[in-house]
């Protein structure tokens, strides 16, 4: 297939989403407890002025080489990704649940208006979408970045909620990037199983504009849907798309505000036990962000 690619490629993963995302209604997921805070600090014994004994050396400076763990990963400096950007834009957010008020303000996405954001669904277990995607997003940054790619998060969990699903779109467009992926997991019935891509339909109103992504929007999703069936040995939906694995939407923010080429995946259904088995592990979830990673890279070198 032809498609048009930009001069100094740039690479951008939103997570906006389908039943639930990217401006949808999806259930609700309980915001997670805050993490138990560090031990106290140990004080150090007494010394008595009279005492004779040498002060205790002081510990070593770490090697400029180790990197410290607040630092964001780079790029490595060679790939086939070297001088590509992503942005990755994990669904939803696992606070959006203590924002009510703030998540469902509406916003414009140019042929309508939609909330900022939803908090996404969960497993029957309490497993929670938001806490999904972030984890996959992580894992497939650090594959792209791997492959020589810079990659920025629109949010990693520090946010009290959101972004909505305008501005997730706004920093994707920013970045310049060559594509776009929005990392969900469905909130369907039990039963219901599989993956799908979600594509942008030809949206123009308003703000909106997506007649220069959609051509390669539908090959990017294309990509990816091919090498995540290869990867993870999921089958593409039962439920949408009518076995291709591919579905669009003219409805969600996220697509019809991308001025680069962009999907939304589903990575599976929370809802059905089986999907949930595989989304809640750890093993699976590196595959899932490995064929993503593939379908992201073929498509850029396609």
Known sequence: MTRRLVAGLAVVFLAGGAAGCGGGGGAGADARPP????????????????????????????????????????AAKDGPLRGKVVVVDPGHNIHNAEHSAEINRQVDVGNGRKECDTTGTETNAGYAEATFSLDVA????????????????THDGDRPYGPCVTERAEIGNKAHGDAAVSIHADGAGPGDRGFHVILPALVQAGRADTSRIVGPSKELGARIAGNFVRTTGSAPSNYIGKGTGLDTRSDLGGLNLSVIPKVFIECGNMRDAQDAALLTDADWRQKAAQGIADGITDFLHG
């Open 138 to 153: 992580h894992r497939l940054r650090d594959i792209l970045l791997s492959r020589g790619a810079s990659v920025t998060l």
């Open 35 to 74: 993490g138990a805070a560090s031990a106290p600090a140990r004080p150090a014994p007494a010394t008595s002025a009279a005492s004779t004994t040498a002060p205790a050396p002081a510990p070593p400076t770490p090697s400029p080489s180790v990197q410290p763990s607040s630092a964001a990963p780079q």
